[in-house]
């Protein structure tokens, strides 16, 4: 768990009280929809609805469901009644399944033991769906926002057609930079067009693979605590770390209020389950189910009731338990891909070792553009890679590409990077 909440950088004495000034126009529009709110009541003993189109389940195909583990992951079976499939089955709430939120809240507790008590959950299909509902309800066609760069290609391409502004805060080997945050705050001229929302991907960065370190985290959440930002901590490498302890979250820091936080099990359970949930003061919460409520609907209730299951079972040490084998797993995976780095790489290109995530950001020494090396010949040489243009918030050219350590198997890997050396040498004589 991490060892971080008791680290508050500041009294709460900026708490935040007025969430509207925050929200877009047309978040602000979004209204309860008639027949989601019915969705809660229907449980009320002696309820009849003739309110609500749920499909009767005696109409459904399924009977009962009984899936097994891996050995790893305790073995065994867990068998579903028709009662609890059925459920998992019809309609449910927008913000998810009623036990799970509790069991995540739970666990937000532990983990991260916030300093305030009345947060709430919503469940996303994957934390992405959560994070766009969030950039929605927060920026409007012309807003300017604070995004480290690099940063997350995904949420480039949703936040690029809002028409929003990008102000670019640098990164290196201890992630997001504090004094370029408050340096450009400080200096913004016009209060009006001040960027009002932070965007990170504070662990494992997305393509960096480092982290920000807890130092700069207490600076920045002082820095957003004084120019009244929120932060969105997008955080799906979070239990992928390979050092421990764990840091402390802007979300355990949180005494304002600011700080939406984004999970997912994509990386620890399944990418196809598709589910995420985010975390933070219920006004920002409740505007994040109104979006759902007319999306969505509510995240895969099979989904969720997998997970729910497997969650049940496991309790709170099973699952901490089981994150902490696989974020061993992937520092072996890229142990693996940095021996290989050395072997091919050295004299050619340099790297930060990652702490956590999936991703290597490697900078190719000698050239300024990497993006037709990359997307034309190394295609042509069968290894597939990313150029480091595509995570840069603004057009740039840049000598940097991202690679992925999280599926190649050791000879691949070698491989992969024996054929880079060879494009790198080739590159280096044609200068």
Same mark, same amino acid.
């Given at each position: 768990?991490?060892?971080?909440?008791?680290?508050?950088?500041? +009294?709460?004495t900026?708490?935040? +009280?007025?969430?509207?000034?925050?929200?877009?126009a047309?978040?602000?529009a979004?209204?309860?929809?008639?027949?989601?709110a019915l969705?809660?009541?229907?449980?009320?003993?002696?309820?009849?609805?003739?309110?609500?189109?749920?499909?009767?389940?005696?109409?459904?195909?399924?009977?009962?469901l009984?899936?097994?583990?891996?050995?790893?992951?305790?073995?065994?079976?867990?068998?579903?009644?028709?009662?609890?499939?059925?459920k998992?089955l019809?309609?449910?709430?927008?913000n998810?399944?009623?036990?799970?939120?509790?069991?995540?809240?739970?666990?937000?507790?532990?983990?991260?033991?916030?300093?305030y008590?009345?947060?709430?959950?919503?469940?996303?299909?994957?934390?992405?769906d959560?994070?766009?509902?969030?950039?929605?309800?927060?920026?409007?066609e012309?807003?300017?926002?604070?995004?480290?760069?690099?940063?997350?290609?995904?949420?480039?391409?949703?936040?690029?057609?809002?028409?929003?502004?990008?102000?670019?805060?640098?990164?290196?080997?201890?992630?997001?930079?504090?004094?370029?945050?408050?340096?450009?705050?400080?200096?913004?001229?016009?209060?009006?067009?001040?960027?009002?929302? &932070?965007?990170?991907?504070?662990?494992?960065?997305?393509?960096?693979?480092?982290?920000? +370190?807890?130092?700069?985290?207490?600076?920045?959440?002082?820095?957003?605590?004084?120019?009244?930002?929120?932060?969105?901590?997008?955080?799906?490498?979070?239990?992928?770390?390979?050092?421990?302890?764990?840091?402390?979250?802007?979300?355990?820091?949180?005494?304002?209020?600011?700080?939406l936080?984004?999970?997912s099990?994509?990386?620890?359970?399944?990418?196809?389950? /598709?589910?995420?949930?985010? +975390?933070?003061?219920?006004?920002?919460?409740?505007?994040?189910?109104?979006?759902?409520?007319?999306?969505?609907?509510?995240?895969?209730?099979?989904?969720?009731?997998?997970?729910?299951?497997?969650?049940?079972?496991?309790?709170?040490?099973?699952?901490?338990?089981?994150?902490?084998?696989?974020?061993a797993?992937?520092?072996?995976k890229?142990?693996?891909f940095?021996?290989?780095?050395?072997?091919?790489?050295?004299?050619?290109?340099?790297?930060t070792?990652?702490?956590? %995530?999936?991703?290597?950001?490697?900078? &190719?020494?000698?050239?300024?553009?990497?993006?037709?090396?990359?997307? /034309?010949?190394?295609?042509?040489?069968?290894?597939?890679?990313?150029? %480091?243009?595509?995570?840069?918030?603004?057009?740039?050219?840049?000598?940097?590409?991202?690679?992925?350590?999280?599926?190649?198997?050791?000879k691949?890997?070698?491989?992969?990077?024996?054929?880079?050396?060879?494009?790198?040498?080739?590159?280096?004589?044609?200068?």
């Open positions: 768990m991490a060892s971080s909440s008791s680290s508050s950088c500041s +009294t709460g900026n708490r935040v +009280t007025d969430y509207e000034g925050f929200f877009t047309r978040s602000l979004r209204q309860p929809s008639a027949i989601r969705v809660p009541l229907m449980s009320l003993p002696g309820m009849i609805s003739l309110g609500g189109g749920n499909p009767n389940p005696s109409t459904f195909p399924f009977k009962d009984t899936f097994s583990l891996k050995e790893e992951a305790g073995g065994g079976e867990i068998h579903v009644d028709a009662v609890n499939l059925q998992a019809q309609y449910s709430p927008t998810g399944m009623p036990e799970l939120v509790k069991w995540l809240k739970e666990l937000q507790v532990a983990v991260h033991q916030p300093p008590a009345d947060f709430d959950v919503c469940l996303g299909n994957g934390s992405q959560v994070l766009t509902r969030a950039f929605d309800m927060l920026l409007a012309g807003d300017s926002l604070l995004i480290e760069s690099p940063a997350y290609v995904g949420s480039l391409a949703f936040l690029r057609p809002l028409g929003c502004k990008f102000v670019e805060v640098p990164t290196d080997a201890e992630g997001l930079n504090p004094d370029e945050l408050d340096r450009v705050l400080s200096n913004w001229a016009d209060p009006k067009t001040k960027p009002k929302v &932070l965007y990170s991907v504070p662990v494992g960065g997305n393509p960096t693979g480092t982290s920000t +370190t807890s130092d700069r985290k207490r600076r920045i959440y002082e820095i957003a605590s004084k120019h009244n930002i929120i932060i969105l901590e997008d955080d799906p490498y979070y239990y992928l770390q390979f050092n421990e302890p764990k840091g402390p979250t802007y979300f355990s820091m949180d005494v304002d209020q600011r700080v936080r984004f999970d099990l994509s990386k620890i359970f399944s990418a196809g389950m /598709r589910l995420g949930w985010v +975390t933070g003061p219920k006004p920002l919460v409740d505007r994040i189910v109104l979006h759902g409520q007319a999306t969505i609907l509510h995240p895969s209730g099979i989904s969720q009731l997998l997970a729910y299951q497997l969650l049940n079972k496991w309790r709170q040490e099973g699952f901490l338990q089981h994150t902490t084998a696989v974020a797993f992937y520092k072996q890229r142990d693996t940095l021996a290989s780095a050395d072997k091919w790489l050295t004299g050619l290109a340099e790297w070792v990652p702490d956590a %995530g999936m991703f290597v950001w490697i900078k &190719l020494l000698g050239i300024d553009d990497s993006s037709d090396l990359i997307k /034309r010949k190394a295609m042509e040489k069968k290894v597939l890679l990313v150029p %480091g243009f595509e995570f840069f918030p603004n057009a740039t050219k840049t000598p940097y590409v991202r690679a992925s350590f999280s599926i190649a198997e050791p691949d890997m070698d491989e992969a990077l024996r054929r880079l050396s060879e494009l790198l040498k080739e590159a280096g004589a044609e200068s």
